[in-house]
């Protein structure tokens, strides 16, 4: 066992099982948003694999862009959203699908929903690989999502534990210490 896999206390959701669910996902993008011509919105740094392999999957002409928001300090949500990095153009009128990583509190989606709306996108809806619902603060609408999982700390795959880890290419759940 290598330093990068001894973080891991065990494989949570294999390779395969990632790929196979993202390429379900961005098959039901394409036909939901077959005549819109969304502008599908990477959150950094964490989603950047999922946003990266999804789009593969989608079959349609899109605009891509990037935002970077954070709540986290270590293994910890700090409750405050931090913006980091905006969006390049106007989404006024747009169809946005915001591309997470993992929706836990829900307190950075909030403020991004929040914040594209009061932007006049005609909508927007998010794409998350991980739901984890038992640690909500704050309600958000997930339309699309890859796994739901247990209130559990997870790195690979582009999450991450201070900034390590998120090369491993499956999802598994941090060993502590």
Known sequence: ????????????????????????????????????????????????????????????PCTLDFMCLSSYCGTCSTGEVRFLLDLRGSIAGRHVIIVEDIVDTGLTLDYVLKNLAHRGAASVEICTLLDKPSNRKVEVPVKYTGFKIKNEFVIGYGLDCDELYRNLPYIGVYRAG
């Not at 990632?18 to 989603?47: E, F, S």
């Not at 789009?55 to 349609?60: D, G, Q, R, Y």
């Open 1 to 60: 066992m290598n330093r990068l896999e001894a973080a891991v206390d065990r494989v949570l959701i294999s390779e395969a099982k990632i790929a196979a669910r993202v390429k379900k996902l961005g098959a039901q993008i394409t036909k939901d948003y077959a005549d819109k011509n969304p502008i599908i919105v990477g959150m950094l740094r964490g989603a950047v694999l999922f946003y990266g392999d999804l789009l593969k999957h989608v079959k349609i």
